[in-house]
């Protein structure tokens, strides 16, 4: 009788635990693929902006270790650009998203045509850095409880030290 017990008891936590496990690698896939799309909505609005600023040749502010590279494209001339971007085009100038490789890293590229200014906006950011953000955010949310728990009690302690 007493081993039906435990192995009941043993089944409904493990159970419980898979449950828990499924659930968290659902959340947390499910929460990367909506940060990829705020930061494709981000790179949108960069590229919106930069087909507006007017700007010509190369932008030399932006380190060749910056985390963004743009160009601006008009009749298929390069007119400006970053000092990272490479002397091709990040993406096919066309709209839409992709992945490139250059200056050693991988890159999520976006294709933007500006209708007004006629021309073509090509902005990449690095995908590990993406990557990064998103993952600690979304694990951050994921434990919330274990680093609201070490602040409250390093603040209990700072408190209630003889010392303080």
Not at 15 to 44: H, P
């Amino acid at each position: 009788m007493k081993s039906i017990r435990t192995f009941l008891i043993l089944s409904v936590v493990a159970t419980l635990i898979l449950f828990n496990f499924v659930a968290a690698i659902q959340g947390y896939r499910s929460s990367m693929s909506e940060a990829e799309k705020l930061f494709d909505n981000k790179m949108l609005d960069t590229a919106r902006l930069i087909a507006n600023l007017h700007v010509e040749g190369q932008v030399s502010n932006i380190s060749d270790d910056s985390t963004i590279a743009f160009q601006v494209w008009k009749e298929k001339q390069l007119v400006a650009a970053s000092s990272n971007a490479p002397d091709k085009p990040i993406s096919a100038l066309q709209p839409g998203y992709g992945y490139i490789n250059f200056n050693n890293n991988r890159w999520r590229s976006l294709g933007y045509f500006d209708r007004n200014q006629q021309v073509w906006i090509t902005l990449a950011e690095r995908a590990d850095i993406r990557f990064l953000l998103a993952e600690n955010v979304i694990l951050k949310s994921v434990y919330p409880i274990r680093s609201e728990e070490r602040r409250v009690g390093k603040e209990c302690r700072s408190r209630w030290s003889p010392y303080h």
